[in-house]
């Protein structure tokens, strides 16, 4: 089992660049979800997904932030211009909806640096 | 609303100390409680769960309890290692097709 696939592991971009960050559900998963950590912040779930479709965006934090889904192998988180202010580690996880208690698995995060 | 309080952190202790990390929760229902662990440079994983108040979730040597006449299930474990230091959340959810609430995350530490 491959787990959660994120890429790149590190990204450092400058001000005002697109930055696409990418993610590969564990296969049979329905549900996608992704999460940005900070010191300041903690963990904060921006969007998820069920079977490719958005639930619920209000995390997002505005309209520079963007989500995508295609297919269930594959999302895409954009910023776009980005800002220092988006410098973290961006998380995907991903979930099975049959078992009776969600058990969330992790990708191991893209480091975001904006300069 | 549905929310997760957990001790802050940093925690620093010395190894084979007792380690106790408080976690209390706010839920319009009956949720299901979760701790997960978050190892230096990696994604969170879960570490143990309880799914009914007095339900006891372990793993590792770590233990928590589910107690909801105290709204409460702090993480213990009785004598820690260098290997667990790590980041510790705290988390809830209210059904299996709902988002997992996290709490803010305690650091934990340990000396040799």
């Known amino acids: 089992d491959a787990g959660v696939i994120q890429s790149p592991r590190h990204e450092v971009t400058e001000m005002g660049q697109e930055v696409t960050l990418r993610c590969k559900p564990i296969?049979?998963?329905?549900?996608l979800f992704w999460y940005r950590q900070t010191m300041m912040r903690g963990l904060e779930l921006l969007i998820y997904?069920?079977?490719?479709?958005?639930?619920?965006d209000s995390g997002m934090p505005e309209d520079r932030f963007s989500a995508k889904m295609p297919n269930a192998s594959f999302s895409t988180l954009k910023i776009q211009p980005s800002e220092p202010r988006d410098s973290a580690v961006y998380f995907c996880?991903?979930?099975?909806?049959?078992?009776?208690?969600?058990?969330?698995?992790f990708g191991s995060g893209t480091q975001l640096s904006v300069l | 609303g549905n929310s997760v309080t957990q001790m802050e952190g940093p925690v620093t202790l010395s190894e084979e100390a007792f380690l106790t990390i408080n976690c209390t929760y706010t839920?319009?229902?009956?949720?299901?409680l979760f701790w997960y662990v978050q190892y230096p440079g990696e994604g969170l994983q879960l570490l143990l769960k309880?799914?009914?108040?007095?339900d006891k979730g372990s793993n590792k040597g770590f233990e928590a309890t589910y107690r909801k006449e105290t709204t409460s299930f702090h993480l213990e474990k009785g004598s820690v290692q260098v290997s667990d230091s790590a980041v510790y959340f705290c988390?809830?959810?209210?059904?299996?097709?709902?988002?997992?609430?996290f709490g803010s995350g305690t650091r934990l530490s340990i000396r040799p």
């Open positions: 996880a991903s979930s099975f909806s049959s078992s009776t208690n969600e058990k969330l698995f």
């Open positions: 296969s049979g998963h329905d549900y």
């Open positions: 997904f069920n079977n490719n479709v958005p639930i619920d």
């Open positions: 839920a319009t229902g009956y949720p299901s």
């Open positions: 309880a799914t009914k108040a007095d």
């Open positions: 988390a809830l959810t209210l059904s299996s097709a709902s988002k997992i609430i």
